[in-house]
């Protein structure tokens, strides 16, 4: 019993070490926003996987490019949009968990040099909350030069093909489209993990190795950042 007390001690220890290691900081000087009105967006957590919604009105502002504009312009009946990241073949096959298989899991996340990855843009006609009644959803403020440096990483995410973000067929759930991603999916670069540089980039403190799983990144947006659980 005594070996495996220190066994787990020291499996504890090196966990919270990594994630020492590896946190993030926030910036000040875009977090907390000093705006009386902020722009609010949602980070979405569908229990295995984690998203974050955007209005429809910001994909044409300041830090978005070609493909958000083209985006906008695409889904600019709906109010509200939702952007996920994954594995092109993991996540069009794993709508749900009652769907995951763990052979093309393990290929998506250490597959040598990463794989293809993909961004699923859904259009929500209504707000995060009445879209996603079952999730986890965070409201959070940003500034508006939070907001330009997010949308610059956001944009950064997709493959581009003649000047246009590349769809490469429906997505999961509701109106949506699957884009070819311009980075390579793998074990240091989840969901979640992808989901965090986008609000780290906004100013938040993430710390990569909590935000491995939603509810991690969910803990440590509410905790540090003093997110705010939608209700």
């Not at 926030?26 to 609010?40: C, K, R, S």
Request: charged share 15%; hydrophobic share 50%.
């Amino acid at each position: 019993m005594r070996r495996l007390a220190k066994a787990l001690a020291g499996i504890v220890g090196a966990l919270v070490l990594a994630v020492i290691l590896t946190a993030r900081p926030g910036d000040p000087a875009l977090y907390p926003p000093a705006e009386a009105a902020p722009q609010v967006i949602h980070v979405v957590s569908h229990g295995w996987h984690s998203g974050i919604a955007l209005p429809v009105a910001t994909l044409t502002g300041p830090g978005a490019g070609p493909a958000l504009r083209d985006i906008a312009v695409r889904f600019r009946a709906y109010p509200t949009l939702e952007f996920g990241w994954g594995e092109a073949r993991f996540y069009a096959a794993t709508p749900t968990l009652a769907e995951f298989d763990w052979r093309l899991a393990l290929g998506a996340l250490f597959t040598p040099g990463g794989s293809d990855g993909v961004i699923q843009v859904v259009g929500l006609d209504a707000n995060p909350r009445a879209s996603f009644p079952h999730a986890d959803i965070l409201a959070i403020p940003v500034s508006a030069a939070g907001l330009e440096k997010l949308l610059a990483r956001l944009e950064a995410g997709f493959a581009l093909a003649g000047g246009h973000p590349v769809d490469v067929g429906p997505g999961l759930y509701g109106p949506s489209l699957f884009y070819r991603g311009a980075g390579r999916f793998s074990w240091t670069n989840v969901c979640n993990h992808w989901t965090a540089g986008l609000v780290n980039a906004a100013g938040l403190p993430v710390a990569p190795v909590l935000a491995t799983m939603p509810r991690g990144l969910i803990l440590d947006l509410k905790w540090r950042s003093g997110a705010t659980a939608v209700p």
